[in-house]
Structures are given as C-alpha cells and as structure tokens.
C-alpha cells in the first residue's frame, strides 16, 4: 500500500518565488516633458513641479466652470512683490456697447521751475491670457515696479479689456484702442501727461495687441514713443487652420513643432485661445489687403500683424522672446521684420526658461533681467 504523502508540499517555482510587482510610475498630468527636462532653468523645474504638474490648465475646464469659480483653477506664483507707488485708483472708460476698468498708477507729483505740475509720460498696459483668461491682478506689481523705477516721471494705466469667448475678436482689440486714445485724449490733462510721450505694451495677447495699436498709431499720427512686446503673437494665421486646430506640419515655425509639448504654453492651450478669441471658424479674411484698414475688423493683420503689409516708420520696439516657448521664432521674425523696415528694435532671447518667464520675477534671475530691460527702454524713449 502506498505511503500517504498528503503533507509532502508541492514542488517549488523559484522564479515565481523570487518574483516581485514592478513600479509602474506615471508622469504627472501636465509634467515637464522628459526630453525638455535638462534645458529648463532648474529654479522654474521646482516651483512647477511643486504647484503645476498633476493639475488641470486652465483651458482644460469647461470655460463656463472657469467663470464660475476661477479661483478654484487658477495657479498664479513667482511674482515679485512691487514697491508701493503715491496712488493707485481706477476709472471707468467708455467702450462700444458698454464701459471697461483702467487701474491707474501715479508717483507722486513733481514741481516744474514754474511750480506747476510737471508733465509725465504714458505707458498703457494689456495683460496677457490669451484673452480668455487675466484680469488686472496679472500685471499690477509689475505696473508699480515701473512706476517706482521711472522716478515720477511715468504714469501706466493698465487696461482691463474684455475677455472672450464672452467677447470674441474684434472686442478686446477694440476695448484697447479705445482706452488708449480716452487715455491721451481724454485724461491726459487730469494725469498731467504730455500726449507725445506714450508707450504702449504686454504680453502673449497682450503683446499682440500693442503691436496692432503701433500700427493703428502710425496710420492715425500718433507719435508713439515705445512698442513692448514680450513673448508676443504674432501670427495666428499660419500656424493655425481656420477650425483652430495646430498644424503641426504646415506651421512655418520650428519652435511650434519643437515646443509642441512643454511647460506653461503648449500647442493645444494656443489651439484653444485661437478657438476662444475668433470662433470656429476665424472671421474669413477682408478683400480689402493691400492697405490698413482702422475700420475693417477683418483684416487678417489685426490678428496676425506679421501680415501687416506696411511696417515703415513704426514706433521703437523692445521685442521679449523665451527659448522654451511655441512663439520664439515668430517673435523674432516679427523683431527682423520691423528692424528691415528701418525701425529700432532692441530684441532679447531669454534662455532656458518659457512662456511665462516675465511674470515669475520673484523667482527667476530672467524675470529680474527683464524688468531692467524694460525701465531702461521706457526711460531712453519716453524722457530723453
């Protein structure tokens, strides 16, 4: 009779024995791609990797959720405190179809050798956010850090456009052409300005939007004294198809295809903008192409200026650029463009860093380095 082996244990598998489950480690949602990692400043690398990556951007929530309670999807940091300034109010400017805010920042009054209140320059602000998103609170410390710096000689008004796609093309144009010429024509007494002494700047859209208004300031006769375009969008049209949707082969710019991916703004937030800002699809272009035209709102170079067909006798231009950026390479034709056309172009890559560079003063040395740069263009045009 057979020996009962009911307590002999089974043969052994010294592979599975020896087996463990592998780590399976995701990137974050929105993480710094991998292969653009090493060229990134390493101070940016921390602080998005603290507060950025893992979470939603902004254009990944429905806009209607957005407007409902921006304060749960908004991340904004790294801004450096600005010194108070003699007085910061706000005014109401009239616009088509209804009324927008214009915060107002003053030094405090100088004495001409009359004793009369000295004339002051002008610089006119336009927030970026790819015109959906921004609002005041984006460029406030950097308008009393100028302030500060220009030693009351300079006033900046900061414009608070309407948005879209509440508001699509042309409004927020529209709004910031309005509010420059209520400024110099309407306030400029109230402020003390000398209306031969106004600059006009911003960023992303903000950017774009003072590029047109040099344009619309040459055409009228408006001497203006000072363009700064820091990381701007320049052209809409070419990287874009009419749906809004990234052409990734057609686009003309190799930053796109290299930045298709990265930090802060890649290609699809912009695809998103362009679908916000000028519908689905963009307004067909005007037959009207061969001059400016302040009337016609569809004119490919109101959205575009790189289209504009005359770049002669242009106001100076500081032009800002990020190496990690989509918009690098635009914004660097679009600074050859106007330097060919005979106007003074003072242009600057800022390395390793991107889109948003400019706002992240309190934590980048490029933020710092910029903001040196735009006092000393806003003294050398706007007081020599």
């Known amino acids: 009779m057979a020996e009962d082996t009911e307590d002999t244990p089974p043969a052994r598998n010294q592979a599975l024995h020896r087996w463990r489950a592998r780590d399976i480690l995701q990137p974050l949602h929105n993480s710094i791609p991998a292969e653009l990692l090493y060229r990134f400043d390493p101070d940016y690398i921390i602080f998005y990797n ?14 209607e959720e957005f407007r409902k309670n921006p304060a749960r999807y908004t991340i904004s940091y790294g801004r450096d405190r600005g010194p108070d300034v003699y007085c910061i109010s706000e005014k109401k400017c009239p616009v088509e179809g209804g009324e927008i805010t214009i915060r107002i ?11 009369q209140p000295q004339k002051r320059a002008a610089y006119v602000n336009f927030h970026g956010g790819g015109w959906v998103f921004g609002g005041l609170e984006v460029d406030h410390d950097f308008c009393k850090m100028i302030v500060h710096r220009l030693d009351g000689d300079l006033v900046a008004f900061d414009v608070d456009y309407r948005l879209a796609p509440e508001h699509r093309f042309p409004i927020p144009l529209d709004d910031c052409w309005a509010a420059f010429n209520w400024i110099r024509s309407q306030k400029a007494e109230e402020f003390n300005l000398d209306p031969d002494r106004f600059a006009v700047g911003g960023a992303s859209a903000g950017g774009n939007m003072a590029a047109v208004l040099a344009h619309f300031c040459r055409d ?18 070419s990287t874009f198809t009419a749906e809004g949707q990234f052409d990734r082969a057609g686009s ?8 298709e991916f990265t930090a802060a703004l890649p290609a699809a937030r912009m695809a998103y903008f362009h679908r916000h800002y000028l519908g689905v699809p963009r307004p067909a272009p005007s037959a009207d192409t061969e001059e400016l035209n302040l ?27 990020a190496e990690l950026d989509p918009l690098c390479d635009e914004g660097e034709l679009y600074a050859y463009k106007l330097k060919s056309a005979g106007n003074r172009v003072d242009i600057n890559q800022f390395r390793r860093v991107p889109h948003t560079f400019a706002v992240l003063d309190g934590i980048l040395d490029s933020g710092l380095e910029y903001n040196v740069l735009v006092v000393a263009a806003l003294k050398r045009e706007l007081l020599a």
Not at 105 to 115: A, N, T
Request: aromatic share 8%; hydrophobic share 35%.
């Open 220 to 237: 009228a006769g408006i001497p203006l004294r000072l363009q700064i375009l820091t990381v701007p969008i320049c052209d809409f049209n």
């Open 50 to 63: 603290k507060h950025n990556a893992g979470r939603l951007h902004t254009h990944e929530v429905p806009i």
């Open 252 to 259: 003309p710019y190799d930053s796109y295809r290299e930045m």
């Open 105 to 115: 920042f003053e030094p405090e009054p100088k004495k001409d050798e009359h004793g």
């Open 295 to 321: 009337n016609d709102p569809l004119q490919d170079w109101k959205i575009s200026p790189f289209l504009a067909p005359n770049f002669a006798n242009l106001a100076p231009a500081l032009v800002s650029t």
